[in-house]
């Protein structure tokens, strides 16, 4: 699947049914690999005829380009004496009176050329990815940035919100470890998490999972969800980014 995107596929509906797996309807259908290889073959062969047809493009006007130079003389005086070609002629000072001969006039007009070619290279290789990155935060109850509990009693439920961006430039296989500690050490914390959220991204995609978590142990705690991803190659890895939230739990 993530082999697709890069080809510029929309794999949008095998994100949808690699996450119903996630949520436990079921394993993966045997034709999930299948789609996935078809829709990475037919992006491959899209982006290639676009690059040829713009080449092809590039190629012809290039080529007119050369042509209107080169004879652009003839053409103006083609076209003036089809204008005006039932006028009076009178003669003129030898001067000319057109920016069409001038040189440095050309000159920015070929570099505008110049230009134009690479925007159009680079649309049809299409934009990257220049700085991706991932995105990990908390939200309150009511999934809003504010409203955090502050203080609890022991053994209450405490009702938040995990928040995910994906902007990795391709899909990405999220985990989040919650886990809850007294300690100040710096994530990934030795804890084992006592919940663990999942979801696949597509790239520039948001998630927003709401969790509950126990507090059973009096005094100050903080609570952490640790981003985490699982690679292609099955390997589950720290991302760096994690969130976290001072609660104080009373007796």
């Not at 995107?5 to 794999?11: D, E, L, P, Q």
């Not at 050329?113 to 649309?123: D, F, I, Q, W």
């Not at 903080?222 to 609660?247: D, I, K």
């Amino acid at each position: 699947m993530v082999e697709a995107a890069s080809a510029g596929a929309n794999v949008t509906v095998l994100a949808d049914e690699f996450n119903r797996a996630l949520e436990g309807g079921g394993p993966l259908g045997p034709d999930f690999g299948v789609l996935a290889q078809r829709l990475a073959e037919e992006a491959r062969w899209s982006f290639f005829v676009s690059v040829a047809v713009g080449v092809v493009v590039l190629a012809v006007v290039a080529v007119a380009a050369v042509f209107l130079f080169r004879y652009r003389r003839r053409l103006v005086g083609w076209l003036w004496l089809k204008a005006w070609g039932g006028g009076v002629l009178r003669p003129g000072g030898g001067k000319q009176r057109t920016l069409l001969f001038d040189e440095e006039v050309l000159a920015v007009v070929a570099a505008v050329a110049v230009v134009g070619v690479a925007l159009t290279a680079s649309l049809l290789l299409g934009p990257a990815v220049r700085e991706p990155f991932s995105a990990v935060g908390l939200l309150g109850p009511e999934g809003r940035i504010g409203g955090y509990p502050s203080e609890v009693a022991a053994g209450a439920p405490v009702r938040l919100q995990v928040y995910v961006y994906n902007h990795m430039g391709a899909p990405v296989w999220f985990v989040v470890y919650v886990k809850v500690s007294n300690s100040t050490g710096e994530p990934p914390l030795p804890e084992r998490p006592v919940v663990t959220l999942q979801r696949l991204l597509l790239h520039n995609e948001t998630w927003v999972e709401p969790f509950t978590v126990v507090l059973n142990s009096t005094g100050r705690q903080r609570v952490v969800a640790e981003l985490w991803a699982v690679y292609p190659n099955g390997t589950v890895a720290y991302t760096g980014r994690y969130v976290q939230l001072w609660v104080n739990v009373r007796g």
